[in-house]
């Protein structure tokens, strides 16, 4: 009895160890590739993905570009797990680089949702459109990151980027595709002439389709409406050109008799780089208020045009207008939208000039 309570022991114990064990499936690090970029287009009826992997070779840093076909975006993936002797590990892509022509013709979602359901990318990898040949892009880019320039530097606030370029991230796209009140602007890149990367532009999205576009002036209104700094910006205007060093935002939704009215105060802080003439800060500070609020006014106009509510608006309003109601916000309310829009400058500096003009 005693031998056969040790045996029962014995066989209970192993049973419990043997799902603990965990390495059957263990891959050598050697043996991953880890790509940290990746491009989609479509050749027919078929998705096209490109695979942008840094290769380590006796201390050397390489760079492969691999590209995979199919039905799906996953099976595209799959076609480059078959043809690959590493194994192709998702989680480090960084930006995802969609071609032109498929946003235009609205084959973004399908993409997006994938990304989303298999969890294999992280929500935070960047988007952006290429404005270009995605191939000829992927291959420049090959030879610019042998002499060591990255593509995500363009967009890491650390490095590259300023503060034109809008900062569009997965589950940014995700949420405007599923929203009644928001949508999305993704930037747009080229292959540079004397630069590696070319910033066209934003392209201001609607259910996944280009339907406008800001230019990096315009961009740079719509960073500051979501409290991104402005700093380091440099306006040239007709009487002097100045370089804004801080900003902050406050926005506040009302809504009276069924029409929202919007109310909105960005504050800049500025220095004066260059004076024309012999002209006031009073005159400066009115200039650029005016220039501001122009070029914001004529961006929402042509946005409410458009019912494309790229800045968000009707996100202060999702507690004020029934549930039910929400889904007909760019219909019914967004295009009656008031903007009431007020920006206040401060000089903070005028270089070390004496011969101020004030005031």
């Known amino acids: 009895m005693r031998r056969i309570m040790i045996c029962f022991k014995l066989v209970l114990s192993l049973c419990i160890l043997m799902p603990l064990s965990g390495c059957w499936d263990i891959k050598d ?7 940290i ?3 989609i287009t479509k050749e027919g009826e078929k998705f096209k993905v490109l695979l942008q992997i840094p290769i380590s070779s006796e201390g050397v840093q390489k760079q492969a570009i691999v590209k995979g076909t199919g039905l799906t975006i996953l099976k595209a993936v799959e076609d480059i797990r078959t043809n690959m002797e590493s194994s192709v590990d998702l989680l480090h892509i960084r930006i995802i ?3 032109r022509k498929l946003v235009e013709e609205g084959g973004m979602e399908e993409p997006i949702n994938t990304f989303m359901r298999i969890r294999e990318i992280s929500s935070k990898t960047l988007i952006a459109i290429c404005d270009d040949n995605i191939d000829s892009f992927f291959l420049a880019l090959k030879k610019n990151l042998e002499k060591g320039i990255n593509l995500y530097d363009f967009f890491e606030k650390y490095a590259g980027w300023t503060p034109q370029i809008s900062l569009t ?8 595709l599923n929203s009644y009140t928001q949508n999305v602007a993704i930037p747009m890149v080229k292959s540079g002439e004397n630069t590696a990367v070319t910033y066209t532009g934003t392209a201001v999205m609607k259910r996944g389709k280009i339907v406008s576009k800001m230019d990096p002036k315009e961009t740079l209104l719509f960073n500051a409406f979501h409290g991104n700094s402005m700093k380091g910006r440099v306006e040239v205007m007709e009487h002097a050109t100045i370089m804004i060093v801080g ?9 009276r008799n069924h029409i929202p009215y919007m109310f909105s105060t ?8 260059e004076r024309r003439g012999k002209v006031s800060n009073a005159i400066i500070k009115k200039e650029l208020e005016k220039v501001m609020a122009n070029r914001f006014d004529g961006m929402l106009k042509r946005f409410q045009k458009q019912e494309t509510d790229v800045f968000g608006l009707g996100q202060y309003y999702r507690n004020k207008i029934p549930y039910e109601e929400l889904k007909d916000w760019r219909k019914k309310y967004y295009p009656n939208l008031e903007m009431k829009l007020t920006i206040h400058t401060t000089i903070q500096n005028e270089g070390n000039l ?6």
């Open 29 to 35: 690090i050697n043996h991953r590739a880890f790509p």
């Open 97 to 99: 680089i969609f071609d």
């Open 37 to 39: 970029a990746m491009g």
């Open 266 to 273: 960005i504050r800049l802080n500025v220095v004066i780089q």
């Open 354 to 359: 004496k011969n101020i003009i004030d005031k």
């Open 169 to 176: 991230r997965l589950w940014h796209v995700y949420r405007a």
């Open 247 to 255: 900003n902050t935002g406050f926005h506040k939704g009302e809504l």
